[in-house]
């Protein structure tokens, strides 16, 4: 086992020999898929170095550290990777695995559905056998990056006889065939994060089902809580290293001018001074520090970003030591909801009118807009707030579940729902 000292010392040689600026950012990503430290937890015979988490997180700092591209981001890796390790076929492994961590392909999740979010096991798109195959019909929301995705993540029910938990299968699903439909949804922003995705007699082979047939609920939880520890504890390892897949039209870049381009918005973004620091700067720009029950309200979004800070470092400390806290990334989940929240308020009271429309010339340079409008979608995705606190509440502290009439009914008697519609 490698010293934290050896480790990083590595990283620095494998920079030092396999960067090049004029490198495109495939030919980056497959330099660091063959190293092993785009994803140094994963079994060294998945491209990965069998590495605790706490070794990722040094690699991800050396590899910050050495200006270079971390490895893609997006769900393939945050999410389908780590659920077909754990659930996948060796088939499906050499199929899919390296694609999505030398970013040659892009995923999506195809979860949430307009009568199925929370309850997510009340999903309706049916998949129907059909020889080899299965015919996939109905219709996913709120899908991140299905615009730009070559695969989803796809639950479907293929037993409606079954309960609702158990009549549900995981499928490596092609984005890229005749019978899906991608609209993309604006959002407040202004921007088109996610989309409505509709399946009209879509098909996939039954080869590609993760975790065999009824096994989809099991598959899904595994992404859930990958999920739940990439947004809560800030994932592991470098990020930001570009989006993948070939629709993003990230890949043929060259990476000496990518990181030039990333250094630049880094150097505007603490220029721009985001969060509670520059609220303070611009309470003091307008001359408004002095009223005392803003002062108060300032004071509350330094408190909170304290303790945010605070939580983070004793999560990692934790977690080095071998004792990681039951139910972390669900409490930094929530302080993170929390912020934003206190946020979306703070900004539009500290500049009143100016808040009405968007812009850089506005004070904060229209920050506070953005981040207003943008508040309420990290309380809600990976499980809302409410969610994280049941999960807290019966899986953490031991508190009675939820009741649950429905758990061994067959899924198409089921009265309650929208699935009857
Ligand atoms: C920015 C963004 C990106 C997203 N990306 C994706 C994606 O890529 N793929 C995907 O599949 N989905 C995605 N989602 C969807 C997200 O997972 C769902 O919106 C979320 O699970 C909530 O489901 P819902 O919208 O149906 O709300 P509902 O489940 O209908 O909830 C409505 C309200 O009721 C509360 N509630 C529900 N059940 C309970 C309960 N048991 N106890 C207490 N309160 C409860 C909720 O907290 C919420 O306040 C995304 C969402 C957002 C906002």
Same mark, same amino acid.
């Given at each position: 086992?490698?010293?934290?000292?050896?480790?990083? /010392?590595?990283?620095?040689?494998?920079?030092?020999?396999?960067?090049?600026?004029?490198?495109?950012?495939?030919?980056?990503?497959?330099?660091?898929?063959?190293? *092993?430290?785009?994803?140094?937890?994963?079994?060294?015979?998945?491209?990965?170095?069998?590495?605790?988490?706490?070794?990722?997180?040094?690699?991800?700092?050396?590899?910050?550290?050495?200006?270079?591209?971390?490895?893609?981001?997006?769900?393939?890796?945050? !999410?389908?990777?780590?659920?077909?390790?754990?659930?996948?076929?060796?088939?499906?492994?050499?199929?899919?695995?390296?694609?999505?961590?030398?970013?040659?392909?892009?995923? @999506?999740?195809?979860?949430?559905?307009?009568?199925?979010?929370?309850?997510?096991?009340?999903?309706?798109?049916?998949?129907?056998?059909? *020889?080899?195959?299965?015919?996939?019909?109905?219709?996913?929301?709120?899908?991140? *990056?299905?615009?730009?995705?070559?695969?989803?993540?796809?639950?479907?029910?293929?037993?409606?006889?079954?309960?609702?938990?158990?009549?549900?299968?995981?499928?490596?699903?092609?984005?890229?065939?005749?019978?899906?439909?991608?609209?993309?949804?604006?959002?407040?922003?202004?921007?088109? !994060?996610? @989309?409505?995705?509709?399946?009209?007699?879509?098909?996939?082979?039954?080869?590609? @089902?993760?975790?065999?047939?009824?096994?989809?609920?099991?598959?899904?939880?595994?992404?859930?809580?990958?999920?739940?520890?990439?947004?809560?504890? $800030?994932?592991?390892?470098?990020?930001?290293?570009?989006?993948?897949?070939?629709?993003?039209?990230?890949?043929?870049?060259?990476?000496?001018?990518?990181?030039?381009?990333?250094?630049?918005?880094?150097?505007?973004?603490?220029?721009?001074?985001?969060?509670?620091?520059?609220?303070?700067?611009?309470?003091?720009?307008?001359?408004?520090?002095?009223?005392?029950?803003?002062?108060?309200?300032?004071?509350?979004?330094?408190? /909170?970003?304290?303790?945010?800070?605070?939580?983070?470092?004793?999560?990692?400390?934790?977690?080095?030591?071998?004792?990681? /806290?039951?139910?972390?990334?669900?409490?930094?989940?929530?302080?993170?909801?929390?912020?934003?929240?206190?946020?979306?308020?703070?900004?539009?009271?500290?500049?009143?009118?100016?808040?009405?429309?968007?812009?850089?010339?506005?004070?904060?340079? *229209?920050?506070?807009?953005?981040?207003? /409008?943008?508040?309420? $979608?990290?309380?809600?995705?990976?499980?809302?707030?409410?969610?994280?606190?049941?999960?807290?509440?019966?899986?953490?502290?031991?508190?009675?579940?939820?009741?649950?009439?429905?758990?061994?009914?067959?899924?198409?008697?089921?009265?309650?729902?929208?699935?009857?519609?």
């Amino acid at each position: 086992m490698l010293t934290d000292d050896e480790l990083r /010392l590595e990283v620095k040689r494998f920079i030092g020999d396999a960067w090049d600026p004029d490198l495109t950012l495939a030919e980056w990503w497959d330099r660091l898929a063959e190293s *092993g430290w785009a994803v140094p937890t994963w079994p060294t015979e998945w491209l990965g170095r069998g590495l605790p988490g706490a070794a990722a997180r040094a690699v991800g700092e050396e590899l910050r550290a050495g200006g270079v591209p971390g490895p893609p981001a997006g769900l393939g890796l945050l !999410l389908a990777g780590p659920t077909i390790l754990a659930h996948g076929t060796d088939e499906h492994k050499a199929r899919y695995l390296r694609p999505i961590v030398n970013g040659q392909e892009a995923w @999506c999740q195809l979860f949430s559905e307009p009568g199925a979010g929370s309850d997510l096991a009340s999903l309706q798109t049916k998949a129907v056998r059909d *020889g080899d195959e299965w015919i996939v019909n109905g219709q996913k929301v709120w899908t991140s *990056g299905a615009q730009t995705a070559d695969f989803g993540m796809l639950l479907a029910r293929t037993d409606p006889d079954a309960p609702k938990h158990k009549g549900i299968s995981y499928f490596a699903f092609s984005m890229d065939q005749p019978g899906v439909e991608v609209r993309p949804l604006k959002e407040m922003t202004g921007r088109s !994060l996610f @989309c409505e995705v509709f399946f009209t007699d879509a098909r996939v082979a039954h080869s590609e @089902c993760i975790n065999g047939l009824g096994g989809g609920w099991i598959a899904a939880n595994t992404t859930l809580a990958a999920e739940r520890a990439g947004l809560g504890a $800030g994932g592991a390892g470098a990020s930001g290293g570009g989006f993948p897949g070939k629709k993003n039209g990230m890949l043929e870049e060259r990476v000496g001018a990518l990181m030039e381009g990333a250094r630049a918005s880094a150097a505007q973004a603490s220029r721009a001074e985001r969060g509670a620091v520059a609220m303070r700067r611009v309470a003091k720009d307008l001359g408004r520090n002095d009223e005392p029950v803003l002062r108060q309200h300032l004071a509350q979004s330094y408190i /909170l970003d304290e303790i945010g800070r605070m939580m983070s470092i004793r999560t990692k400390q934790l977690r080095s030591a071998g004792r990681p /806290l039951e139910g972390d990334g669900n409490l930094a989940k929530l302080q993170m909801s929390r912020v934003l929240r206190h946020g979306r308020d703070l900004g539009p009271e500290l500049i009143g009118p100016w808040s009405m429309i968007m812009g850089e010339e506005t004070p904060g340079e *229209g920050n506070f807009q953005e981040a207003t /409008l943008w508040a309420p $979608g990290p309380s809600i995705y990976g499980g809302s707030d409410e969610i994280q606190k049941n999960i807290v509440g019966e899986r953490v502290l031991g508190l009675p579940k939820e009741p649950g009439p429905d758990k061994n009914t067959p899924f198409k008697d089921l009265a309650v729902g929208t699935q009857k519609g």
